[in-house]
């Protein structure tokens, strides 16, 4: 029983979708654009 407990307590905590990944945010516009964009898909700037 115990083991159990924990095993959902480490699911629920796994399953928070916090800290995953940081927010990338395109420096132009500030929105959040996707990790591998290469570009803002919003204002069309360009990254590296
Ligand atoms: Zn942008």
Do not use: T
Not at 20 to 28: I, Q, T
Not at 29 to 42: G, L, V
């Amino acid at each position: 029983m115990g083991k159990e407990i924990f095993d959902s307590i480490d699911r629920f905590f796994g399953e928070e979708p916090m800290n995953k990944h940081e927010d990338r945010r395109c420096p132009n516009c500030r929105r959040i654009i996707p990790e591998d964009a290469r570009y803002c898909p919003y204002c069309q700037k360009k990254f590296w």
